[in-house]
RNA sequence: GCCCCGGUAGCUCAGACUGGUCGGAGCGCCGCACUGGUAAUGCGGAGGUCCCGGGUUCAAAUCCCGGCCGGGGCUCCA
């Protein structure tokens, strides 16, 4: 008999195994549970040839949906049976498929309307009697098809999934806010588009599904550069951060909370990662995201790990009393959020497991504000992404009939950046908001990733019990704006890919100076000169710098060449001239040598850094000191 | 999650098809010499359950099965 591997996760579904058999038997043995089903002589044991066995396990959830759950199941029996067209089918109570079993009675009346069910359309069925142990024997065929598991949920059931979908129709806006229509399927002779090479190829990835079929350069760099790496002994996506790529994380989200207290005036919030299941707003939100949650059990309580910030944003909002005077309030905070993505999805740093998302969310009063500080987001974003120095692309998913009656507006914001975008009209609203608009990036391999995201919710607040008191004293919900900068690590993933394009196109990869985990490396040229080295070290690092100095036994050509390979933006060589002229001479990465005197230094690192946060080394003042991580 | 490909020293990889002196190279690391001027100074040394578990065989890094991790594809991306 082939090995049946009988481990499904934990989830809220109907669980079904199916066994094409070339025989069958069972026995009924003792009850399994206190009231176990009346029996019948002739139900007590059962011998068969050719036949499908279903293994069938009732989830607790399923509860309440009986109806869709059962109609979906028999599809999915009948389908299996006309493939490998046995003489009958055994519907067999299975309890080990579940860690959240059904109650006794709804159980049998499940499986009891599915026997009607398949014997409905005509199958010869017989069914295993419920609440007994069963000594029973299957000799499977072990063909393609003998072993299946089927997984079924009620309502949108992937059997009933025939909904016809209505098709979105795609425009172009141009810079200047002229508008064009767009085929998806003549992407490539598109003469509007042919302008916008960038634009181009995020349309091939995100909606035409045309992949590189290449692994995205920065999982070797976030290596070599001793940033990031895997750790095998979490669960897949979730990663390691070496040294200097804590710091770069660290300083993206100082530089999100920065910018949203500084920027935005948003109060900063935090909330738990757990949360309980038994709350009914809780398991709401989390069916939202079915199967794509983590969930663990302590004691007897389950919890969901949060897969957004919104879990304890929301449950805060409703026992906050705002006024309307008090609208827009800003809520920032900087989430660490959980996905159970499927393990194929996950690709380095583009799709994560565990991840930090800010986010704001904006409590407005009406559609009205709600559009104000649509645009007063869009605008903050904009400044965001331009801030951090990285190519993107613009793209807008709109109701078709809020497009058409605010349109000046859509094309107000986007002359204001000067890209062009891509609109998505969507001919119905089938989420919660009308409108969103996305910053996507365009990876080394041409892949891509949302990055910043802002969303005008229009299902007011009242369904979350989120509600502002209006100037006639009455209780109303509120308009909400979502938004959020996109994952600290998609950034990293998206300063790396930005990198792997320079160096594609034959240019010097860099980060940005105010990212560089070393700002200035000093290399003296021998021991000689080493104290010398320090005392500038120590002057550009009081004047706010991170800075190392290279005190090994290298040869100037060696440490030179490391200091290149770790992407230093500017390495100060010190030696007896620069002793003797108290000049520096400072090799700029991608430029050449210069001689600069120390405040020509710090001019130019302080117009490259600007206002961005600043934070320290995170690694030792002497190279030497330092281990190798990767 | 499914399908395909891969996993050999800290890192990058050769060896595998045709099982048997194949446990190898470069980088890194350690030691000695060199006292350095803008992308690799020379010499020497240490390092490996060949991912894990089973199986086939007189014999397995090598062949077979299962698992784990990674990459690509499919699907997915509230």
Redesign the pocket.
């Known amino acids: 008999m082939p090995r049946h591997?009988l481990a499904l996760k934990s989830g809220e579904s109907l669980r079904l195994l199916l066994i094409h058999a070339d025989y069958f038997e069972y026995h009924v043995r003792e009850p399994a549970v206190k009231k176990p089903e009346q029996l019948t002589d002739d139900r007590k044991s059962l011998e068969l040839t050719n036949t499908l066995v279903v293994f069938v396990t009732v989830e607790r959830d399923d509860e309440g949906k009986l109806e869709s759950i059962v109609r979906s199941a028999t599809h999915a029996i009948c389908d299996v049976y006309e493939k490998v067209s046995p003489s009958s089918v055994v519907i067999y109570p299975y309890a080990h498929l579940s860690q959240e079993l059904a109650s006794p009675d709804k159980a049998l009346e499940v499986l009891r309307k599915l026997e009607e069910q398949i014997a409905g359309r005509g199958l010869r069925v017989f069914r295993a009697p419920f609440g007994w142990y069963k000594a029973f024997s299957i000799k499977c065929k072990g063909h393609p098809l003998a072993e299946l598991s089927r997984t079924i949920k009620g309502e949108e059931s992937a059997y009933e999934e025939v909904v016809e979908r209505e098709e979105s129709e795609f425009i172009i806006v141009e810079p200047n806010g002229e508008e064009h229509p767009l085929e998806l399927s003549e992407v490539e002779e598109n003469s509007v588009l042919a302008k916008y090479p960038l634009l181009k190829q995020f349309i091939r990835s995100e909606e035409l599904?045309i992949?590189?079929?290449?692994?995205?350069e920065h999982?070797r760099l976030m290596?070599r550069l001793e940033l990031v790496d895997?750790e095998?002994a979490s669960?897949?996506?979730h990663f390691r951060y070496y040294p200097k790529g804590e710091l770069i994380k660290n300083i993206l989200e100082d530089f999100a909370t920065q910018m949203a207290i500084r920027d935005l005036g948003a109060m900063k919030i935090e909330t738990p990662f757990l949360y309980r299941l038994s709350e009914p707003d809780i398991a709401e939100q989390a069916a939202?995201?079915r199967e794509r949650d983590y969930r663990l059990r302590v004691g007897n309580k389950e919890f969901v790990l949060r897969?957004?910030g919104d879990f304890g944003l929301f449950r805060m909002m409703k026992t906050t009393t705002m006024t309307y005077r008090q609208l827009p309030i800003r809520i920032y905070e900087l989430a660490k959020a959980f996905r159970l993505?499927?393990?194929?999805?996950?690709?380095?740093l583009r799709r994560l497991r565990a991840f930090t998302m800010p986010d704001i969310h904006s409590f407005c009063r009406d559609l009205k504000q709600g559009m104000e500080e649509y645009e007063a987001l869009f605008k903050y974003y904009t400044r965001l992404v331009n801030a951090i120095g990285i190519e993107y692309v613009l793209a807008f998913r709109v109701v078709k009939d809020f497009y058409v009656e605010h349109k000046e507006w859509i094309k107000r914001m986007i002359r204001e950046v000067g890209v062009p975008a891509l609109i998505e009209l969507l001919p119905k609203r089938k989420?919660y908001w009308v409108m969103k608009h996305e910053y996507q990036f365009v990876d080394s391999v041409g892949g891509n990733a949302q990055l910043c995201t802002v969303q005008l919710d229009v299902e007011d607040s009242e369904r979350y019990g989120i509600f502002y008191v209006d100037e006639d004293g009455k209780k109303k919900g509120c308009i909400i704006v979502h938004s959020s900068m996109g994952s600290i690590e998609r950034w990293i993933y998206a300063l790396l890919e930005e990198a792997a394009k320079k160096l594609k196109r034959g240019e010097?990869p860099k980060l940005p100076t105010w990212l560089s985990p070393i700002q200035v490396r000093v290399v003296p040229?021998?021991?000689e000169y080493l104290n010398y080295a320090i005392k500038v070290a120590e002057e550009l690092e009081r004047r706010g710098y991170r800075v190392d100095v290279d005190d090994r036994?290298?040869?100037?050509?060696?440490k030179?060449?490391d200091a290149?390979?770790e992407w230093i933006p500017f390495?100060v060589?010190?030696?007896?001239?620069?002793l003797k002229t108290k000049k520096l001479?400072v090799?700029i990465r991608g430029e050449g040598?210069r001689k600069m005197d120390m405040e020509e230094l710090i001019e130019r690192l302080k117009d490259e850094v600007k206002d961005m946060p600043k934070l320290p080394r995170y690694t030792p003042k002497l190279v030497s000191l330092k281990p190798?991580f990767?």
């Open positions: 591997t599904g992949k590189p079929h290449k692994m995205p999982i290596r895997y095998p669960d897949v996506g939202r995201f897969f957004a993505e499927q393990s194929g999805e996950l690709v380095g989420h010097v040229v021998s021991k036994e290298e040869t100037v050509s060696a030179i060449r290149e390979t390495i060589v010190v030696g007896r001239e620069e001479s090799r040598v190798r990767s």
